[in-house]
């Protein structure tokens, strides 16, 4: 098992409201990336966070932020909630500088339904 | 941005039999590509990767084979075992922001 974990497991949510995801970084990795896996299909890039910078950022609307912190480890914020956001959502962590493509491992991830 | 397309979505063979999945992409300007397998409930888990400046990789029973010019990329697994059942995914991108492909859920027969 890799030493990226994520919190909490499972959560439940009504749309409309917000929800912060947590993801910890494994140790001496500096960028965490962030996916959304909708049953049955593949992880969607969401955005990627280095040195507490966003650092790219995939097809998702602004309602979907993020944060980086010193330590590394970072949060996914959802806010206005819609059905559709109802997913598994993947964090992944990486060792990288700007320009360089290294191995990125998953953590646990978070199961999220929107009621 | 990039377009991952993966291909058989599933895949069934027999115990000792070979599983070849396919991926292709659209930009040429990824230069990494990964694959994982995830088994049902789990995260996913690097099984093999490979850059662009590499033609064929090989780790054990697992192969992957690039052809940067055809922009597409192939997953082999030979002697398939009960334990290889899983989904499959693969992905493509450089900078660490990868698309991944849609998957291929393989089941192994004893």
């Known amino acids: 098992e890799t030493g990226v974990t994520q919190s909490p497991t499972h959560l439940i949510k009504t749309r409309g409201q917000q929800v912060t995801l947590r993801c910890s970084s494994q140790s001496g990795h500096n960028t965490v990336s962030w996916y959304q896996q909708a049953l049955g299909q593949g992880p969607q890039f969401i955005f990627q966070?280095?040195?507490?910078?966003?650092?790219g950022r995939g097809n998702f609307p602004p309602r979907f932020s993020g944060l980086q912190f010193p330590n590394y480890s970072s949060e996914l914020n959802v806010n206005a909630l819609e059905l559709d956001d109802s997913a598994l959502y993947l964090c992944a962590s990486s060792n990288s500088g700007r320009g360089i493509t290294d191995t990125q491992y998953f953590g646990p991830g978070t199961r999220l339904t929107v009621l | 941005g990039e377009n991952v397309e993966q291909h058989p979505s599933t895949l069934s063979v027999q115990e000792g039999d070979s599983a070849v999945i396919k991926c292709t992409y659209s930009d040429s300007a990824s230069n990494y590509f990964p694959w994982y397998k995830q088994e049902l409930g789990k995260r996913p888990q690097l099984i093999i990767d490979?850059?662009?400046?590499?033609g064929e990789k090989k780790d054990q029973r697992i192969a992957v084979t690039l052809n940067k010019t055809a922009k597409h990329f192939s997953l082999h697994i030979t002697e398939t075992q009960p334990e290889d059942s899983a989904v499959y995914f693969c992905?493509?991108?450089?900078?660490?922001?990868?698309?991944f492909g849609s998957g291929t859920k393989l089941n192994v027969k004893p």
């Open positions: 992905a493509a991108g450089e900078r660490n922001k990868f698309y």
């Open positions: 966070y280095y040195r507490e910078e966003e650092n």
């Open positions: 490979i850059r662009s400046n590499v």
